[in-house]
């Protein structure tokens, strides 16, 4: 059975299985998701590879593959499964949408949001083309702290995590891997860090899934050791109460302040649903903040969900995540905070890991 079948199978058939016995106390959702399958980018392969003058037509480089964009799609299908009647007939304040800047995050977010409200009655303003126009919003990466990646756009969580590695907690972390390190730089042309780890990783795994070979001498380190220590690289990116702060606290603060905006009444009324296009890091970033982070590489076109219930006056938070190794998307239990947690519960347990403003990144 393909990849892609058994993509859809789950994304479809084990959404509507979930409990939903509160859908009617659903008050507001926010889903943030990693971009769809894609091609390497260009600017990461390393000097050695026998792969660089490849062509990925009709896909460029970093951009997404055919069964990345069907995944995309799927997943808008599978959202509006879940949430159709709660979200009604489209309205433009009904979604509040925003990607990062690159156009994988951009067009996974475009295809989501197809699929996710596809013209009907009055709407359809074309009969051949099941289709309408939303729109989104996205920022340049230097000055995206709540999606972009704080290593680029925060200086203060870039110097803060080099202080890391060089401590001696960090220097730890790979000191049994110095001889795996040596051969990584002899056999791609790169004085290999923590962070070339992380870019050749991709690289290796993107031209495997694209049927590309890999050279021979990747069979001893690739995937498995190199995947270990891509699991060190997040672990130290998140290894310290700031750097939990500064990498994920703004996307937090937002979901924060939108929810409070939502339940005194200050949002469009009928905002009902938030969506953020990201990447692999903005899932482990948020999940390392919230203390239920697992060893593992979060796949293209995994979620988060987060559900928002008005239960008796009280507002409620259902997370949940998808990664495709279970039927079902897991229901997270959050650390002193449970399965149903009560959203002023919630914001004062992770009050601490809110910036107070952007200015928490200068140096």
């Not at 993509?7 to 008050?27: D, G, H, P, R």
């Not at 943030?32 to 392969?45: A, Q, S, V, W, Y």
């Not at 949940?320 to 149903?340: A, I, S, T």
């Amino acid at each position: 059975m393909s990849k892609i079948l058994i993509f859809v199978l789950l994304l479809l058939n084990t959404i509507a299985k979930l409990n939903l016995t509160e859908k009617n106390t659903l008050e507001l959702v926010h889903v943030i998701f990693r971009h769809g399958d894609r091609t390497p980018d260009k600017e990461l392969i390393y000097p050695n590879d026998p792969h660089i003058n490849v062509s990925y037509y009709p896909a460029d480089f970093g951009q997404h593959t055919n069964t990345g964009k069907m995944k995309q799609y799927l997943l808008g299908q599978a959202l509006r499964k879940r949430y159709k009647n709660f979200l009604g007939p489209y309205k433009y304040e009904t979604a509040y949408a925003r990607s990062t800047q690159y156009p994988r995050t951009k067009i996974s977010l475009q295809l989501v949001l197809a699929a996710l409200f596809p013209p009907e009655g009055a709407l359809v303003w074309n009969k051949n083309l099941k289709w309408q126009p939303i729109a989104f919003d996205y920022w340049p990466m230097r000055n995206d702290h709540v999606l972009g990646q704080p290593y680029k756009n925060c200086p203060r969580y870039k110097k803060l995590y080099l202080e890391f590695l060089n401590s001696t907690q960090g220097r730890k972390l790979f000191e049994n891997y110095s001889e795996t390190i040596d051969y990584l730089s002899e056999h791609t042309g790169l004085n290999i860090t923590s962070r070339q780890i992380y870019e050749l990783y991709f690289t290796l795994d993107l031209e495997k899934e694209n049927g590309l070979e890999l050279p021979q001498w990747t069979q001893s380190v690739f995937p498995d050791v190199l995947y270990d220590l891509l699991q060190l690289d997040y672990f130290s990116k998140s290894a310290t109460h700031e750097l939990r702060r500064l990498s994920s606290g703004f996307l937090l603060k937002k979901i924060i302040r939108d929810t409070r905006n939502k339940i005194r009444g200050i949002l469009p009324e009928n905002r009902k649903i938030f969506l953020y296009s990201g990447h692999e890091f903005t899932i482990t970033f948020l999940m390392h903040l919230w203390g239920v982070f697992y060893p593992h590489l979060p796949p293209y076109s995994a979620y988060i969900l987060i559900e928002i219930h008005n239960v008796g006056g009280i507002r409620r938070m259902k997370i949940f995540y998808q990664d495709y190794l279970e039927e079902k998307p897991k229901q997270l239990k959050l650390p002193h905070c449970g399965h149903f947690c009560s959203f002023n519960d919630f914001t004062e347990l992770y009050q601490k890991y809110l910036p107070k403003s952007k200015r928490e990144c200068d140096i």
